[in-house]
Nanobody, 132 residues
Framework: QVQLVESGGGLVQTGDPLRLSCAAS????????MAWFRQAPGKERDFVAA????????YYADSVKGRFTISRDNAKNTVYLQMTSLKPEDTGVYYC?????????????????????????WGQGTQVSVSS
């Protein structure tokens, strides 16, 4: 069965970096767009960053643009989220998600990669806590 397993979360201080990893199994990883979402206590799950199946295009929430970088290694079936200049408002559970790439236009793909409802596969999440 499909498994997405996140790792790398932890407690850090404001301004510190952190790198999350998500290892995928049970699917043809190179056929899937991948994304990171996060959920703070009492809030909805929000889009953070996404990367297309090939890695050629990436998308970011405005709140993390310039600080976070998403990347993938299709040979290792892994997607990464490099986070720098972390802020207390970055605190939350970070989820990795996978979406089959069905040959949509780049615009439709971009919109789909930003929408949690468009993702079939999810990891269990990893906690990131940023202290002030």
């Amino acid at each position: 069965q499909v498994q997405l397993v996140e790792s790398g979360g932890g407690l850090v201080q404001t301004g510190d970096p952190l790198r999350l990893s998500c290892a995928a199994s049970g699917l043809t990883f190179s056929s899937y767009g991948m994304a990171w979402f996060r959920q703070a206590p009492g809030k909805e799950r929000d889009f953070v960053a996404a990367v297309t199946w090939s890695g050629s295009r990436t998308y970011y929430a405005d709140s993390v643009k310039g600080r976070f970088t998403i990347s993938r290694d299709n040979a290792k079936n892994t997607v990464y989220l490099q986070m720098t200049s972390l802020k207390p408002e970055d605190t939350g559970v970070y989820y990795c998600a996978g979406q089959y790439s069905s040959g949509r236009s780049w615009y439709a793909e971009r919109e789909a990669l930003r929408s949690a409802n468009e993702f079939r596969y999810w990891g269990q999440g990893t906690q990131v806590s940023v202290s002030s």
